[in-house]
């Protein structure tokens, strides 16, 4: 069977019409998926760009400099010992709404979208909750012999080799 549209009439029906898509699929030998291929990545790598660019300027704006202001902390048999009023808010440089948050008084025991959306990271006497945009939130509970300390020296090289794993060329 003769295909029922040409190239360009392709090129600019893909945007609007089923009709391309059957008759690329059926009618078109051995260019069609060539040319589906092709409609996929000229749409696809352009939102890839854009999303990896977005997460990348997040890491680097707000992650960073967030934990950098994380204060010292000790945990001793699995319990967080915390020497500053709780709960201890950092806030993101760019909302300044909270984004960690420790609390060791037990006022804070989850993270919401009604109380807190933005919050990533709870630190309470016992467990560390994380989430990241809308997904849900883990939760790692400190183990009972666990003895040692936490500050942004000992977290920042822990997200730079997670940077360079999701972000290296």
Same mark, same amino acid.
């Given at each position: 069977q003769k295909k029922l549209y040409s190239y360009l009439q392709?090129?600019?029906?893909?945007?609007?019409? #089923?009709?391309?898509?059957?008759?690329?699929?059926h009618r078109w030998k051995g260019y069609g998926t060539l040319y589906l291929l092709s409609t996929v990545s000229i749409l696809i790598i352009p939102l890839a760009a854009f999303f990896?660019?977005?997460?990348?300027n997040y890491y680097n704006?707000?992650?960073?400099?967030s934990?950098? /202001?994380?204060?010292?902390?000790?945990?001793?048999?699995?319990?967080?010992q915390f020497n500053k009023k709780s %709960?201890?808010?950092?806030?993101?440089?760019?909302?300044?709404? %909270?984004i960690i948050i420790?609390?060791?008084? #037990?006022?804070?025991? /989850?993270?919401?979208?009604?109380?807190? %959306?933005?919050a990533s990271l709870l630190i309470t006497k016992y467990a560390i909750l994380s989430r990241f945009e809308d997904t849900p939130a883990t939760m790692e509970k400190f183990g009972k012999n666990l003895n040692g300390k936490i500050s942004h020296a000992t977290i920042i090289p822990m997200f730079e080799r997670l940077k360079f794993i999701f972000f290296s060329t």
């Open positions: 392709a090129i600019l029906m893909s945007f609007y019409s #089923g009709n391309i898509y059957v008759d690329v699929r990896g660019v977005d997460k990348y704006d707000v992650l960073i400099p934990v950098k /202001q994380l204060p010292s902390m000790e945990v001793i048999k699995g319990e967080l %709960p201890y808010y950092i806030n993101n440089p760019k909302t300044n709404k %909270p420790i609390d060791t008084s #037990g006022k804070i025991t /989850q993270l919401n979208d009604k109380n807190f %959306p933005s």
